[in-house]
């Protein structure tokens, strides 16, 4: 795996354009968190104008959360264009454990163009897997195990030729052949809304200069880091505003002392 201190650096160094297609939400919280890494975010989301502008990002976030008609639209020309210039997509996979409209647009978008990254939590990725899996909300179904999404996230990524990231207690990267366990993060980090997004933005960002598989791994070692440097009990706007000053703070030597990687290897099934 490339050093994680190379990638970060990487990114600084190239400033890219992150065309990020989100949900209004977290759409704040996304564009900030590529900033604090030295990415240019831009929240474009017009048909008419997505594919000028993805056409010259380093990277595409897809994500389906608080889905539209429009942005629907805008995902599949954005989509489309980022294949044809060789622009890595994310596809934050939100609310397809909930939602059938969202995970047959979710698997329509996959047959249609091959993402670098596969992002969901624990219930959106097994979801994606098995088609009669179905969870409720958008938050991750406390009765899966770690074990039972390890299997799912090598499984759908062999499948898809991709890298699936399954973020929870234990956020689980995979291309099907490895798998890292990224052991770092905080309970805080899911009471505030907007942090899943963030991991996929980061996600976006680090595939700027990376690789799918050490995009991912990056992105999730950063972000949990950076919820324990911002541990608080002041409540959760204190939470927040921390999170995002150690994202823009973080150095090295830091991340190299908190982060917990584990990596195996996998046998196919």
């Given at each position: 795996m490339?050093s994680i201190?190379?990638?970060?650096?990487?990114?600084r160094e190239?400033s890219?354009?992150i065309?990020?297609i989100?949900n209004?939400?977290?759409i704040n919280?996304?564009a900030?968190?590529?900033?604090?890494?030295g990415?240019?975010?831009?929240?474009?989301?017009?048909?008419?104008?997505?594919?000028?502008i993805?056409?010259?990002?380093?990277?595409?976030?897809?994500?389906?959360?608080?889905?539209?008609?429009?942005r629907?639209?805008a995902?599949r020309?954005?989509?489309r264009?980022?294949?044809?210039h060789g622009?890595p997509?994310l596809?934050?996979?939100?609310?397809?454990?909930c939602?059938?409209?969202?995970r047959?647009?979710?698997c329509?978008l996959?047959?249609?163009?091959?993402?670098a990254?596969i992002?969901?939590?624990?219930?959106?990725i097994?979801?994606?897997?098995?088609?009669r899996?179905r969870?409720s909300?958008?938050?991750?179904?406390?009765?899966l195990d770690?074990?039972?999404?390890?299997?799912a996230?090598?499984?759908?990524a062999?499948?898809r030729?991709?890298v699936?990231l399954?973020?929870g207690k234990?956020d689980?990267?995979?291309?099907?052949?490895r798998?890292?366990?990224?052991r770092n993060?905080?309970?805080?980090?899911s009471?505030?809304?907007?942090t899943?997004?963030?991991?996929g933005a980061?996600?976006?960002?680090y595939?700027?200069?990376?690789?799918?598989?050490?995009a991912a791994?990056?992105?999730?070692?950063?972000l949990?880091v950076?919820?324990?440097?911002a541990?608080t009990?002041?409540?959760?706007?204190?939470?927040?505003?921390?999170?995002?000053d150690a994202l823009?703070?973080?150095q090295?030597a830091e991340?190299?002392?908190?982060?917990d990687?584990?990596?195996?290897?996998i046998?196919?099934?």
């Amino acid at each position: 795996m490339r050093s994680i201190p190379d990638i970060r650096g990487a990114v600084r160094e190239r400033s890219s354009l992150i065309h990020c297609i989100t949900n209004p939400i977290s759409i704040n919280q996304c564009a900030n968190a590529i900033l604090a890494v030295g990415g240019r975010p831009i929240m474009a989301e017009h048909p008419r104008e997505v594919s000028e502008i993805t056409a010259t990002a380093g990277a595409l976030m897809l994500n389906l959360g608080n889905i539209t008609d429009v942005r629907m639209e805008a995902m599949r020309l954005s989509a489309r264009t980022a294949a044809e210039h060789g622009t890595p997509i994310l596809l934050d996979a939100v609310g397809v454990a909930c939602s059938s409209l969202r995970r047959d647009y979710a698997c329509g978008l996959m047959e249609a163009v091959t993402p670098a990254v596969i992002k969901g939590n624990y219930s959106e990725i097994n979801a994606l897997y098995q088609e009669r899996y179905r969870a409720s909300g958008v938050d991750a179904d406390a009765a899966l195990d770690a074990q039972t999404v390890e299997r799912a996230a090598a499984a759908l990524a062999r499948t898809r030729r991709t890298v699936v990231l399954a973020s929870g207690k234990v956020d689980i990267v995979t291309d099907g052949t490895r798998l890292i366990r990224v052991r770092n993060g905080t309970p805080q980090l899911s009471c505030v809304t907007g942090t899943g997004c963030m991991l996929g933005a980061l996600t976006a960002a680090y595939l700027s200069a990376a690789s799918g598989l050490d995009a991912a791994v990056t992105a999730c070692a950063v972000l949990g880091v950076c919820g324990q440097l911002a541990e608080t009990e002041r409540g959760s706007g204190s939470f927040m505003v921390g999170l995002l000053d150690a994202l823009s703070t973080l150095q090295d030597a830091e991340l190299e002392r908190y982060m917990d990687l584990e990596e195996i290897e996998i046998e196919a099934s």
